[in-house]
């Protein structure tokens, strides 16, 4: 997700968020990611979202808040949820970047995360366009250099060829704190029923060496597969 930037290590931020019934998606959990590219600071922001509720839900609009205390940081729009569809009791991701630019000095403005807000809406859908589930596993591996990457296999157990397939995925610690997000809609790719596909995303060094300081690397995946019937 991370395009190469001249990226200095900053900070890692870990935000738990309870769970409401009153809402068909929840943010069960989200974090952040704080790099320096030139004289700009960005700040990656993920979240878990949980549908649940008993229908299937979509992204309708949304929004978040990066804040310090009370102090309100940024406002920017969620841009989508991965998988496009939830299905009740799945989980899926959001994940967007936020870009500090420096003063009218020219000087970096370094933002002083204390929180993440989010405020989302969902539409529920019809079960005749439900997404249709791929067999999907992910492993993490690093090579020899500390390379970090994220094998996803996707199995189409279907009697249809899956084409446009999505896949999207979070990183965890061993005790379940998030740290990282990405996903992906594979365009023009089809998998033949019963086929298998592999799909490799690169986690950029810099999040790597940031979560390797914080003594907390990713050591689960979890992961999801989906695609769409062209004929729904």
Request: glycine fraction near 8%.
């Amino acid at each position: 997700m991370l395009k190469k930037v001249g990226a200095v290590l900053l900070m890692l931020l870990m935000f738990a968020c309870m769970a409401s019934a009153e809402n068909e998606g929840t943010i069960v959990q989200s974090t952040c990611n704080i790099v320096q590219s030139g004289d700009y600071y960005l700040v990656y922001c993920y979240a878990q979202v949980h549908n649940n509720s008993d229908k299937i839900i979509c992204l309708e609009k949304g929004t978040f808040d990066l804040v310090n205390g009370e102090h309100l940081l940024s406002t920017s729009e969620v841009t989508q949820l991965w998988p496009y569809f939830l299905n009740p009791g799945e989980d899926g991701y959001v994940f967007d970047i936020v870009s500090f630019e420096p003063d009218e000095y020219g000087n970096p403005v370094i933002p002083s995360v204390t929180g993440i807000s989010y405020q989302i809406e969902y539409m529920t859908v019809d079960n005749a366009y439900a997404s249709y589930a791929l067999d999907t596993t992910a492993t993490i591996e690093t090579d020899a250099s500390g390379a970090m990457s994220i094998v996803c296999r996707m199995t189409n157990n279907s009697q249809v060829d899956a084409y446009d397939p999505t896949v999207s995925f979070g990183l965890y610690t061993q005790a379940g704190y998030m740290l990282y997000a990405d996903g992906q809609t594979i365009q023009d790719v089809g998998i033949p029923a019963g086929g298998t596909v592999l799909v490799r995303f690169d986690v950029d060094d810099v999040f790597v060496s940031q979560w390797s300081a914080a003594g907390m690397m990713p050591e689960q995946v979890q992961v999801t597969g989906s695609f769409r019937n062209d004929q729904d």
